[in-house]
């Protein structure tokens, strides 16, 4: 999985998926087409977490997509996840990559070109630009950056960059037009 499709990650929250589990969306999502599937479920039990990720990890291998395990490296490594996605305020890069392998996927949440330009410089592989939108699904994402700030992180950036947040049908055109790997939706 040297190189890999960034266009559609798909990002749990069982909270959100109407009384699905996050691996019955997820299928549902590796059925629509989604290149990446990123376990998030912040409102779970560890425990619950767990066999999600495990669920999932099973999923993407048999599909040969990229499963990323948000937030914790050692589930990550636990799960056998292709990496980790972190934010700002969790361990840093050479952290994270300690723990996944120097083979595994580090990707940081990032929401200004400076953030780009420091988590690049600290070898990450790709960046979660956010929240474009603003968007109900995280309490602590604060305001969207919009599409200037995503368009100047996106040119900042010598990685690929995925656009996170408030991201729905009637806005994804325009994130398309911003220069983005990808989107990542919940």
């Given at each position: 999985?040297?190189?890999?499709?960034?266009?559609l990650?798909?990002?749990?929250?069982?909270?959100?998926?109407?009384?699905?589990?996050?691996?019955?969306?997820?299928?549902?999502?590796?059925?629509?087409g989604?290149?990446?599937?990123?376990?998030?479920?912040?409102?779970?039990?560890?425990?619950?977490?767990?066999?999600?990720?495990?669920?999932?990890?099973?999923?993407?291998r048999?599909?040969?997509?990229?499963?990323?395990?948000?937030?914790s490296?050692?589930?990550?490594?636990?799960?056998?996840?292709?990496?980790?996605?972190?934010?700002?305020?969790?361990?840093?890069?050479?952290?994270?990559?300690?723990?996944?392998?120097?083979?595994?996927i580090?990707?940081?949440?990032?929401?200004?070109?400076?953030?780009?330009?420091?988590?690049?410089?600290?070898?990450?592989?790709?960046?979660?630009?956010?929240?474009?939108?603003?968007?109900?699904?995280?309490?602590?994402?604060?305001r969207?950056?919009?599409?200037?700030?995503?368009?100047?992180?996106?040119?900042?950036?010598?990685?690929?960059?995925?656009?996170?947040?408030?991201?729905?049908?009637?806005?994804?055109?325009?994130?398309?037009a911003?220069?983005?790997?990808?989107?990542?939706?919940?």
């Open positions: 999985m040297d190189k890999f499709d960034y266009s990650c798909f990002v749990t929250e069982e909270s959100l998926s109407c009384g699905r589990t996050s691996a019955d969306v997820a299928r549902c999502a590796l059925d629509g989604a290149t990446i599937i990123q376990l998030r479920d912040k409102s779970l039990s560890d425990g619950k977490r767990r066999e999600n990720g495990m669920t999932i990890a099973s999923l993407c048999g599909r040969g997509v990229p499963f990323i395990v948000n937030d490296p050692e589930l990550a490594r636990e799960l056998g996840a292709d990496g980790v996605h972190i934010g700002q305020n969790d361990c840093s890069v050479s952290h994270a990559r300690s723990i996944v392998g120097a083979g595994s580090v990707g940081v949440s990032v929401s200004s070109v400076e953030e780009a330009r420091i988590a690049a410089a600290a070898g990450a592989d790709y960046l979660g630009a956010g929240p474009v939108f603003d968007t109900l699904s995280k309490n602590d994402a604060g969207g950056i919009g599409l200037e700030n995503l368009r100047a992180i996106v040119s900042a950036a010598d990685i690929p960059v995925i656009a996170i947040g408030g991201i729905n049908a009637h806005n994804a055109s325009l994130i398309a911003s220069g983005c790997a990808g989107l990542a939706v919940i």
